[in-house]
């Protein structure tokens, strides 16, 4: 186990490392397409208006894939399906590569894997999050989901600023421009060939805790986790009117960006992004999951509303930066949260069940903020975007600031006695 110690922590099974691993290789892989996606549609003479249906259909897509994995999760091993998640990965990255009309992209958008929001919203994520969450002890399990959310924050920042290589390549005379971009989503397919690898080297049995039951439908659980569901869509909602393609595009129309400049101020939002998950493992241990949650999120919505009435590109990168560095710490605590509050054998149809809403929901609001970004450049979605995800703020602090998972309760039981 000591060779884990440097990356897990304490207590945690070893097959958690290559879970990580697989974050890490999609990451990067979502980092460069997240940006190059917007540009390469356009190239094609793609509107903002299509490129908002086509990134509506990738998360409409990853809402209904994943709602199939979720219901599939009981009488399959994670593994299997992780395995077929990977071969989809492929498919998706040689499709992109070849394909130029509208509709065939619009359903490769819908039954692949492109994830255009830069974090993490495809079938792999109820998977990975299942097997991570009996590989960790409780008391152990917001530190591990800070590392997932840190390893996938801060390799798909590199990622981002792997997406100049497209400019390198057509600067010194390597290929056109469009050859080039084409090469990048060959390059995603074949990060699915080495996750499919990863993914074949996991147990073929889980382990987890000695006695747990046998991954089944929820019960117990079931309000709790559709109320949660529920508010987690009102959040991907908002999200989706500043996914990170959109927000590229705004850049671009806007201000006349290149990808490559692009690709920095994206990498530099990843690294804020990233180390803030570290940041929340130990704020939650403090004031609790439930307020992490809510008490970094409200003012990276103040952020997020203000950048549009920026008058000037520093300035709005100043803002947007700001928001990077709050606004994803609730990721690994809104994890934990629902992990912990429902009971083990719940815990993978519970993680499905609270993504596919957020996919879904998600998948609707790009369209419109495709619309709005073709009327004008102002930036009207990141305002919308704020002002939803502060509503989600404060019903999600109304309703559960008193279910306390666990590890809390019996944290202040300790302190009372």
């Known amino acids: 186990m000591n060779r884990y110690a440097a990356v897990l922590p304490p207590g945690t099974l070893p097959e958690a490392r290559l879970l990580l691993t697989?974050?890490?290789?999609?990451?990067?892989?979502?980092?460069?397409?997240?940006?190059?996606?917007?540009?390469?549609?356009?190239?094609?003479?793609?509107?903002?208006?299509?490129?908002?249906?086509?990134?509506?259909?990738?998360?409409?897509?990853?809402?209904?894939?994943?709602?199939?994995?979720?219901?599939?999760?009981?009488?399959?091993?994670?593994?299997?399906?992780?395995?077929?998640?990977?071969?989809?990965?492929?498919?998706?990255?040689?499709?992109?590569?070849?394909?130029?009309?509208?509709?065939?992209l619009l359903l490769i958008a819908l039954i692949g894997t492109l994830n255009p929001s830069g974090g993490d919203a495809t079938i792999f994520v109820p998977l990975e999050h299942s097997l991570l969450a009996q590989a960790a002890p409780s008391e152990r399990r917001t530190a591990l989901f800070a590392?997932?959310?840190?390893i996938g924050a801060l390799v798909a920042a590199f990622g981002s600023q792997f997406a100049v290589m497209p400019d390198l390549m057509v600067r010194f005379h390597v290929t056109d421009p469009k050859s080039a971009l084409q090469a990048m989503f060959l390059l995603y397919g074949a990060l699915g060939v080495a996750a499919y690898a990863l993914y074949r080297r996991l147990p073929a049995v889980a382990k987890g805790p000695p006695g747990q039951q046998q991954p089944g439908a929820l019960g117990k659980s079931r309000r709790t986790v559709y109320t949660l569901a529920a508010l987690f869509s009102l959040d991907a909602f908002g999200d989706g009117f500043a996914v990170q393609s959109l927000l590229a595009l705004w850049l671009y129309e806007r201000f006349g960006l290149s990808i490559a400049a692009a690709g920095t101020i994206f990498f530099w939002t990843g690294v804020l992004t990233a180390f803030s998950h570290l940041a929340a493992a130990r704020l939650a241990n403090r004031i609790g999951l439930i307020n992490t949650m809510v008490f970094t999120h409200l003012p990276s919505n103040v952020f997020c509303i203000l950048a549009p009435f920026m008058p000037s590109l520093p300035l709005v990168l100043t803002f947007l930066f700001l928001r990077a560095a709050l606004s994803s710490m609730d990721?690994?605590?809104?994890?934990?949260?629902?992990?912990?509050?429902?009971?083990?054998?719940?815990?993978?149809?519970?993680?499905?069940?609270?993504?596919?809403?957020?996919?879904?929901?998600?998948?609707?609001?790009?369209?419109?903020?495709?619309?709005?970004?073709?009327?004008?450049?102002?930036?009207?979605?990141?305002?919308?975007?704020?002002?939803?995800?502060?509503?989600?703020?404060?019903?999600?602090?109304?309703m559960f600031r008193a279910v306390k998972p666990p590890q809390e309760r019996r944290g202040r039981s300790r302190k009372d006695t």
């Open 147 to 150: 590392r997932y959310s840190l």
């Open 22 to 104: 697989g974050r890490a290789l999609r990451a990067f892989g979502d980092g460069f397409v997240s940006l190059l996606l917007p540009y390469y549609l356009t190239l094609l003479g793609f509107s903002p208006l299509k490129v908002g249906v086509i990134v509506t259909a990738t998360l409409f897509g990853a809402g209904v894939l994943t709602l199939a994995v979720s219901l599939a999760a009981h009488r399959y091993h994670p593994r299997n399906l992780l395995r077929v998640a990977a071969l989809l990965m492929i498919v998706t990255g040689a499709a992109i590569a070849t394909l130029a009309d509208f509709w065939p």
């Open 331 to 398: 990721v690994p605590a809104r994890t934990s949260y629902v992990m912990s509050v429902v009971a083990p054998e719940e815990r993978a149809a519970a993680a499905g069940i609270t993504a596919v809403p957020r996919s879904l929901a998600a998948a609707v609001s790009p369209s419109f903020a495709g619309y709005l970004l073709a009327l004008s450049s102002f930036g009207w979605p990141l305002v919308i975007c704020g002002g939803l995800k502060i509503t989600y703020d404060l019903l999600l602090l109304g």
